[in-house]
């Protein structure tokens, strides 16, 4: 990024290597907040003639930021590491994440501020209020436990499958929202299936992540209490951290994060 110091212009080796060492250019505004810069020899060459210069138009990426943004979403926290994601993505698709970042769609979480690299996070509505009824009964405290059939993604936002057969059912009947990245489903160690809407779940994962950066280890109470939603909730939410390496479960019910 150009820097302007005093009377100096300061250019990092990328810029440096596309103007070139040694060259003159003259600076010519254009708009509020753009210049122009053009080599000298240019200008000579055309001297008493006009000089076009054609700016590009910025591009569409539209379909890339989407790409990018459900890529994220999918994705495994170890995959969404800054330096790591980059290397998934193509050209265009690097540019819409730098305009996701500006734009504050994108942002980075770090569990920990010493940490010298975070995670890609897709930034969410704010929650529903308690009166809307688009908030889910596993978004209270105070919900009741469940049967664990009787949890539904209208009312709970997740499910619980136990068996293959289920859980191959759930996957045929789920296939469309699963391959648009609306809903995520893992076969969990202890043996169930699960699955949740992506929504609530990259969202109580921001949640319990920074839950833990005030303390490494907590029970499933705890963690409920902290994030004021059920306890079911919360296990499932666990559930898929543990399916991606973030925390483990040391004993019954106490879950403690270890990267």
């Given at each position: 990024?150009?820097?302007?110091?005093g009377?100096?212009?300061?250019?990092?080796?990328?810029?440096?290597?596309?103007?070139?060492?040694?060259?003159?250019?003259?600076?010519?505004?254009?708009?509020?907040?753009?210049?122009?810069?053009?080599?000298?020899?240019?200008?000579?060459?055309?001297?008493?003639?006009?000089?076009?210069?054609?700016?590009?138009?910025?591009?569409?990426?539209?379909?890339?930021?989407?790409?990018?943004?459900?890529?994220?979403?999918?994705?495994?926290?170890?995959?969404?590491?800054?330096?790591?994601?980059?290397?998934?993505?193509?050209?265009?698709?690097?540019?819409?994440?730098?305009?996701?970042?500006?734009?504050?769609?994108?942002?980075?979480?770090?569990?920990?501020?010493?940490?010298?690299?975070?995670?890609?996070?897709?930034?969410?509505?704010?929650?529903?209020?308690?009166?809307?009824?688009?908030?889910?009964?596993?978004?209270?405290?105070?919900?009741?436990?469940?049967?664990?059939?009787?949890?539904?993604l209208?009312?709970?936002?997740?499910?619980?499958?136990?068996?293959?057969?289920?859980?191959?059912?759930?996957?045929?009947?789920?296939?469309?929202?699963?391959?648009?990245?609306?809903?995520?489903?893992i076969?969990?160690?202890?043996?169930?299936?699960?699955?949740?809407?992506t929504?609530?779940?990259?969202?109580?994962?921001?949640?319990?992540?920074?839950a833990f950066?005030?303390?490494?280890?907590?029970?499933?109470?705890e963690?409920?209490?902290?994030?004021?939603?059920?306890?079911?909730?919360?296990?499932?939410?666990?559930?898929?951290?543990?399916?991606?390496?973030?925390v483990?479960?040391?004993?019954?019910?106490?879950?403690?994060?270890?990267?």
């Open positions: 990024m150009a820097k302007v110091i009377k100096n212009i300061t250019l990092n080796s990328e810029e440096t290597s596309l103007l070139g060492e040694g060259k003159e250019f003259e600076l010519i505004p254009n708009n509020k907040g753009v210049f122009l810069l053009i080599d000298k020899s240019l200008l000579k060459e055309k001297e008493g003639q006009q000089v076009c210069v054609s700016v590009p138009q910025k591009e569409n990426l539209e379909e890339e930021a989407q790409q990018v943004i459900g890529l994220i979403k999918q994705g495994k926290l170890g995959d969404l590491v800054e330096g790591k994601f980059e290397l998934t993505l193509n050209e265009k698709q690097k540019k819409a994440l730098l305009e996701l970042i500006l734009k504050g769609t994108v942002f980075v979480f770090k569990l920990n501020e010493t940490y010298k690299k975070g995670v890609y996070r897709v930034k969410e509505e704010e929650l529903p209020t308690e009166n809307n009824p688009e908030k889910k009964e596993s978004e209270s405290i105070n919900a009741p436990e469940k049967p664990f059939d009787k949890y539904t209208e009312e709970d936002g997740f499910l619980i499958i136990k068996g293959k057969e289920s859980a191959a059912r759930a996957s045929f009947q789920f296939e469309k929202d699963i391959k648009e990245g609306l809903l995520k489903g076969k969990s160690f202890d043996g169930n299936y699960y699955l949740i809407q929504d609530l779940l990259q969202n109580y994962i921001s949640k319990a992540m920074g950066t005030k303390k490494s280890t907590q029970s499933l109470e963690l409920s209490t902290n994030l004021k939603v059920s306890k079911m909730l919360m296990k499932v939410i666990c559930e898929f951290l543990k399916d991606e390496g973030e483990m479960e040391r004993k019954k019910g106490m879950i403690s994060y270890i990267r």
